[in-house]
């Protein structure tokens, strides 16, 4: 299984980006895909996962902010951000997950003016 992350850049606080995760190989088709970021000296948080049944859970710190997706036939997962702020900055992984965690290469997120 490979995810490729994509969309990641520099955004202006108050700004929006949008970050895709296209997964591949022999893929569960009950699984749950999310995304995760890790700031430079913290660790890896969960931002948001999604369930095949399009259930959706966020982390606090971005609710009413971000919007995870997902396009199953397609096996890609995103993850819309919206009024960006500068403690979002980090490094953003997906992944997939049934019996095992699969993750991808992460894409760096920057919000600064």
């Known amino acids: 299984v490979q995810l490729q992350a994509s969309g990641g850049g520099l955004a202006q606080p108050g700004g929006s980006l949008r970050l895709s995760c296209a997964a591949s190989?022999?893929?569960?088709?009950?699984?749950?895909m999310g995304w995760y970021r890790q700031a430079p000296g913290k660790q890896r948080e969960l931002v948001a996962t999604?369930?095949?049944?399009?259930?959706?859970n966020y982390a606090d710190s971005v609710k009413g902010r971000f919007t995870i997706s997902r396009d199953n036939a397609k096996n890609t997962v995103y993850l819309q951000m919206d009024s960006l702020k500068a403690e979002d900055t980090a490094v953003y992984y997906c992944?997939?997950?049934?019996?095992?965690?699969?993750w991808g290469q992460g894409t760096q997120v920057t919000v600064s003016s």
């Open positions: 190989g022999h893929i569960f088709s009950n699984n749950v």
């Open positions: 999604i369930t095949s049944g399009g259930r959706t």
């Open positions: 992944r997939i997950s049934w019996n095992e965690n699969y």
